[in-house]
């Protein structure tokens, strides 16, 4: 199993950055790859960014791209989500996900956290 939790959500006014984090335990890193996702009220659930198993590359929604970067700190099993220039329809809740090595979908979730970008 693999425990997600995330962290780094709040208000922020439109422009403005924030930083989610996601800390992992319960398995190797690298027996699973970690992705960023988010859910705005009334949507579906929406893919934002993902790492590959070996974080070898790195995959954006076209939404966020140049504006959301993910980043990994192997040392303390923690992926991040660095938001920049935050827009009023990035407000959602931010949920991190892990999919083991051969899985076709998403197997572990955290409980999300929560943006909120005023305009």
């Known amino acids: 199993q693999v425990q997600l939790v995330e962290s780094g959500g709040g208000l922020v006014q439109a422009g403005g950055s924030l930083r989610l984090s996601c800390a992992a335990s319960?398995?190797?890193?690298?027996?699973?790859?970690t992705g960023w996702f988010r859910q705005a009220p009334g949507k579906e659930r929406e893919f934002v960014a993902a790492?590959?198993?070996?974080?070898?590359?790195?995959n954006y929604a076209d939404s966020v791209k140049g504006r959301f970067t993910i980043s990994r700190d192997n040392a303390k099993n923690t992926v991040y989500l660095q938001m920049n220039s935050l827009k009023p329809e990035d407000t959602a809740v931010y949920y991190c996900?892990?999919?083991?090595?051969?899985?076709?979908?998403?197997?572990?979730w955290g409980q999300g956290t929560q943006v909120t970008v005023s305009s």
């Open positions: 996900a892990a999919r083991l090595r051969g899985s076709l979908a998403y197997d572990y």
């Open positions: 790492f590959s198993r070996t974080g070898g590359y790195t």
């Open positions: 319960g398995r190797s890193s690298s027996s699973y790859a």
